[in-house]
């Protein structure tokens, strides 16, 4: 990055880290790569009840250029892998993922000839939800643990980062 | 006349067997006059409608030659006279293939994509035999019995 980093791990870098954090973590914008079922408790989780948009995440993003978080939704099969990994690729940093339900978790129940068992096998996840499908509750759940996760983060994390070093 | 009596006087040389399977009524006939049955079917029986279209491997069934591994099976329903008629038809597995039917019935066309990509069958006439679910890469046809289970095979390498 920039000036910030140029200090290295200082009192400098630390108060930039809370400010920058503090934006990041209540402003996510997302993209929603909703391939089965799963969608439609994800898609509860936008209406009126649960209102993710106390959360600060409400604004999906279609294109992937311009979202920080990946929710990958439903069953993802050897077919679509590679578009799944493309999206990813085609984010700019920072970017996290989360994986929803137990298909996009562990492949859930379809075992077989067509399905990945979870995307880890392709692209990193920062944050699993468990559920067939999981319930809206623990969507926000989910998110909550997310802004912990990137609370804990500091921009040198970014500094002279290769595309492939994440992988 | 039901249908099947139809078909039972007019095609006597093609039909194998007759029988009902959970009150469904199907004709066992062979694969070489299914064109002609299914053209009859539709002109003179009033069957306008392909419903499905599907096919089941029989590898290692008990009761069954080895030969005719496969079964297709057809279903059809007359809108006119409701009525429905299950036509099944034993597929070879030396040489899987049977007439397309994609001429007569518009629906045929992606059902026989279909068997295609599952099992194989190849579809002699049909407009456009390419896989409809599985990807162009893709080898072997994942629905047939042989076919390991978890014979997952990735567009793109694997994470550790
Ligand atoms: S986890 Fe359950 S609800 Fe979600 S996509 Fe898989 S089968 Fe559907």
Redesign the pocket.
């Known amino acids: 990055m920039g000036l910030e980093t140029a200090f290295g791990n200082s009192f400098f870098t630390s108060r930039i880290d809370s400010a920058i954090n503090w934006a990041r973590k209540y402003s996510f914008f997302q993209y929603p790569f909703v391939?089965?079922?799963?969608?439609?408790?994800f898609m509860s989780v936008f209406a009126s009840s649960y209102d993710i948009a106390r959360f600060g995440a409400e604004f999906p993003r279609f294109s992937p250029r311009q979202a920080d978080v990946l929710f990958v939704?439903?069953?993802v099969n050897e077919k679509l892998a590679p578009v799944l990994r493309r999206v990813y690729e085609q984010m700019a940093e920072p970017k996290w993922v989360v994986s929803?339900?137990?298909?996009?978790?562990s492949g859930?129940?379809?075992d077989n000839y067509a399905t990945v068992q979870g995307i880890d096998k392709i692209i990193p996840v920062d944050i699993y939800i468990p559920?067939?499908?999981?319930r809206p509750q623990a969507i926000l759940d989910a998110l909550t643990k997310l802004q912990e996760k990137v609370d804990k983060e500091t921009v040198l994390k970014y500094k002279n980062r290769g595309e492939n070093e994440r992988n | 006349m039901s249908a099947i009596e139809k078909l039972k006087s007019n095609f006597p040389q093609s039909i194998i067997a007759i029988g009902n399977s959970a009150g469904q009524d199907y004709v066992l006939i062979k694969s070489e006059d299914l064109k002609k049955i299914a053209l009859f079917l539709k002109n003179e029986l009033g069957f306008e409608f392909l419903m499905d279209l599907t096919c089941v491997d029989y590898k290692g069934y008990p009761g069954r030659e080895e030969k005719h591994r496969f079964e297709m099976a057809y279903q059809f329903y007359s809108f006119n006279n409701k009525e429905r008629v299950r036509l099944k038809v034993p597929v070879e597995e030396s040489s899987p293939s049977v007439a397309s039917l994609a001429s007569l019935w518009l629906s045929a066309d992606w059902y026989e994509r279909e068997v295609y990509d599952m099992y194989g069958i190849h579809f002699s006439g049909h407009p456009d035999l390419r896989r409809i679910l599985m990807y162009e890469e893709f080898q072997g046809h994942p629905l047939r019995k042989d076919y390991p289970l978890k014979g997952r095979q990735p567009r793109i390498p694997e994470r550790k």
């Open positions: 391939t089965a079922c799963c969608g439609m408790e939704v439903g069953t929803f339900g137990v298909c996009a978790t859930g129940f379809y559920g067939c499908p999981p």
